[in-house]
């Protein structure tokens, strides 16, 4: 069985055709040290704030607009698949599925850690089933009650200092070079999948850009700011309005500007206008 599932196997799957940059890109970098992009975006949220409120009203559920965001981002991999690639020995193949990582903090006996919980298939979700998914997933980590990460705990809680970096290694070489699972031992399969997502905003910070993971294969992660008033230019004059800086850091070996550009112009559209992103819902 496979570790990341793609639209066929390695030795039969649909490789992603490289550019003479993408080649150089890939014999340039190793595993994410410098190749970064930085990139934010700064988007008013009034109007999906009031979207939200009625929507949650008419649903009877909780979603924020880190979920919103999140739906928004699962359509652009939906939408894009260049977006929704991964690097397994140097060549990039396209996922299969889209996979969404949020990072989550949670207590344990004597300090806070962190981890994150993992959703399916989010473009097939409604807002209120992603929303729902979260939460319950969150509270299943806070409780002890995820097998996969009481698994891995136990794990790096009996592994010395010295012997984590080989270890990881280790982990790297038989999930993501060779592509095998390690599900039958309790470790989490693609757990991280195409995006990572941290809401900031809950610890009071506006804007970060977020480190990428050298180990998970996650090309795209992302924070979610807090909401600050913010000028904008609305027919020439500058009006105040509540926004959130979305900060974003991609993996250069998999991406160039123009295929950042084409995700940050959906999310513009769809926060401009929430209910496209509830009409996509509802086509779905």
């Known amino acids: ?13 649909k490789k992603v055709p490289l550019t003479s940059f993408r080649t150089l890109a890939i014999g340039s970098w190793n595993h994410p040290k410098s190749p970064e992009i930085y990139s934010q975006l700064t988007l008013p949220i009034d109007t999906v704030l009031s979207t939200l409120k009625e929507y949650n009203r008419d649903k009877k559920c909780i979603v924020s607009t880190t979920h919103f965001f999140a739906k928004a981002m699962s359509i652009c991999l939906h939408k894009y698949p260049d ?18 990582f949020f990072q989550t903090l949670f207590k344990t006996d004597s300090q806070y850690d962190l981890s994150g919980i993992s959703i399916e298939a989010p473009p097939t979700l409604s807002l209120k089933e ?26 790096l809680k009996n592994c010395p200092g010295w012997l984590s970096p080989i270890l990881v290694k280790f982990f790297d070489f038989i999930l993501y070079t060779t592509n095998l699972s390690l599900e039958k031992i309790g470790l989490p399969k693609d757990r991280m999948g195409s995006v990572m997502i941290s809401n900031i905003g809950s610890l009071g910070i506006e804007q970060a850009y977020p480190p990428l993971f050298p180990t998970c294969r996650c090309p795209i992660s992302v924070t979610v700011g807090k909401k600050h008033p913010h000028p904008f230019i609305i027919n020439n004059a500058i009006e ?22 084409k995700a940050f112009k959906t999310i513009e559209k769809l926060f401009k206008n929430p209910k496209l992103l509830l009409e996509w819902e509802d086509d779905q």
Do not use: C, W
């Open 1 to 13: 069985m496979y570790h990341i599932t793609m639209i066929t196997n390695i030795s039969k799957g």
């Open 83 to 100: 977006l929704n690639t991964v690097l397994i020995r140097n060549t990039l193949y396209y996922r299969k599925d889209v996979r969404l």
């Open 130 to 155: 992603l929303s729902q998914k979260v939460v319950e997933k969150t509270q299943d980590i806070r409780k002890k009650q995820d097998p996969e990460i009481n698994t891995m705990r136990k794990i």
């Open 240 to 261: 105040i309005k509540p926004a959130v800086t979305i900060s974003f850091t991609a993996d250069h070996r998999y991406f160039d500007g123009s295929h950042v550009a």
